[in-house]
């Protein structure tokens, strides 16, 4: 798939997240507004900073798929991760609000505390089966482009749906006669948000900072690179992340009496091998060296 057809593809679902998230947010609101519950009220503004979230991804996938440049000569790959930190970042200061507010309704407003109305459970039901529907429509997409800033608005949208389950609990707990478990319940969807946002943190430091690939995939190269003809061994292959693609570099041995032609050759088939049976390899340099001489 090329550049443009995935970046339409992420662009149409970031469309509908937006306005998904704008309703379900005006929602929340109101359920939690008319019906006296904090932890809608904190669900409600975790939603509207799905939101944000999601310009930040289109913003960071616009710039990725740029072509090469003069002055960013191997591509701009890295702002999709750049856009997932400025995300992981805003979720965790979203996060941080929800438990403030849980804490301080718990430490200084414990007798002004109410038990929810139906509203806000009934918010909290549709918010928990539309969330979870978005997660998999986003992880979906995700996938299909391999698009590490859309997966994590994916799992944000996961985390919401986890936070919706947390002021389900919550609510129901209150109008059971408890209503402290409607705030407890806020301090619950922080702590799912603070995970959510580590995640999405890690995964983009590491395609920042030159990690390698997973050792499965890694081990699907080399199989591929032996089984080429003239290939006699692999003294070494390295591979770093760069966005959502990576780089390989590979030094093969290979019969040190042919032509630098006949060599050449051997290292063209090893490049174009890989970038047609790994799709998310972005480019492969192969060095080869000459084999040692059969032992007389």
Not at 38 to 45: E, G, K, N, R, T
Not at 110 to 128: Q, R, T
Not at 196 to 221: C, G, H, P, R, W
Request: glycine share 6%; charged share 20%; aromatic share 8%.
């Amino acid at each position: 798939m090329d550049v443009k057809e995935s970046k339409k593809i992420a662009m149409h679902i970031s469309n509908v997240s937006i306005v998904i998230n704008v309703v379900l947010s005006a929602l929340k609101v109101i359920a939690g507004v008319f019906a006296h519950s904090s932890a809608m009220i904190s669900d409600a503004v975790h939603s509207l900073s799905d939101v944000f979230s999601t310009f930040v991804v289109m913003i960071g996938i616009h710039i990725s798929s740029k072509d090469s440049d003069k002055d960013h000569q191997y591509g701009h790959e890295r702002y999709e991760s750049v856009a997932s930190i400025i995300l992981a970042t805003m979720l965790g200061l979203t996060g941080a609000g929800i438990g403030y507010a849980g804490i301080k309704a718990i430490l200084y407003g414990a007798d002004e505390l109410k038990a929810p109305g139906m509203l806000a459970l009934l918010a909290a039901v549709i918010s928990i089966i539309v969330k979870e529907l978005m997660f998999w429509y986003t992880k979906a997409g995700a996938e299909k482009i391999n698009s590490g800033a859309l997966m994590a608005d994916a799992w944000h949208h996961r985390s919401d749906a986890l936070s919706s389950v947390g002021s389900l609990i919550g609510i129901g707990a209150a109008r059971l006669g408890y209503p402290i478990f409607d705030p407890i319940a806020s301090i619950v969807i922080c702590l799912f948000i603070f995970k959510a946002a580590f995640d999405i943190y890690k995964d983009a430091v590491n395609k920042m900072v030159d990690a390698s690939v997973d050792e499965e995939t890694l081990e699907q190269i080399r199989e591929v690179i032996a089984k080429q003809e003239g290939v006699l061994g692999i003294d070494e292959i390295r591979t770093r992340l760069f966005g959502s693609r990576y780089y390989v570099d590979v030094e093969i041995s290979a019969d040190g009496n042919q032509t630098l032609w006949q060599a050449h050759a051997i290292a063209e088939k090893v490049h174009d091998i890989i970038e047609e049976q790994f799709r998310d390899a972005k480019h492969v340099m192969v060095h080869v060296n000459p084999a040692e001489p059969p032992m007389e």
